[in-house]
């Protein structure tokens, strides 16, 4: 299953995007959908991560305060709103899945996640 992103583009710093992805359609309750990115000449890295069912939501301490990650059930998407972008912000924004459902101490961690989309990117000029 390969996860398709969209939202992505250029925008000045303080500006705003909204990124979407399309979950699984087996997606449970437990399940958790996550957003990591990388940056040029980074590694990837978790961003904000949200359980499918009760929607309890996880962040990077990088991004606490102005990024914010929902979902819509009925829609089956998930999003990543992201607020007050800075240049440092820049990356390839990519939607992750984990349908089974792991423990809260792995939610940050790559491997976690069986299914991933190709990556959107996201420029934030200064």
């Known amino acids: 299953v390969l996860l398709a992103e969209s939202g992505g583009g250029l925008v000045q710093a303080g500006g705003s995007l909204r990124l979407s992805c399309g979950a699984p359609a087996r997606t449970i309750d437990r399940s958790v959908m996550a957003w990591f990115r990388q940056g040029p000449g980074k590694e990837r890295e978790f961003v904000a991560a949200?359980?499918?069912?009760?929607?309890?939501?996880y962040y990077a301490d990088s991004v606490k305060g102005r990024f914010t990650i929902s979902r819509d059930s009925a829609k089956n998407t998930v999003f990543l709103q992201m607020n007050d972008l800075k240049p440092e912000d820049t990356a390839v924004y990519s939607c992750?899945?984990?349908?089974?459902?792991?423990?809260?101490?792995?939610?940050?961690?790559?491997?976690?996640?069986?299914?991933w989309g190709q990556g959107t990117q996201v420029t934030v000029s200064s």
């Open positions: 992750a899945a984990a349908l089974a459902g792991p423990p809260t101490k792995l939610i940050g961690a790559k491997s976690t996640y069986d299914f």
């Open positions: 949200i359980r499918w069912g009760g929607g309890n939501t």
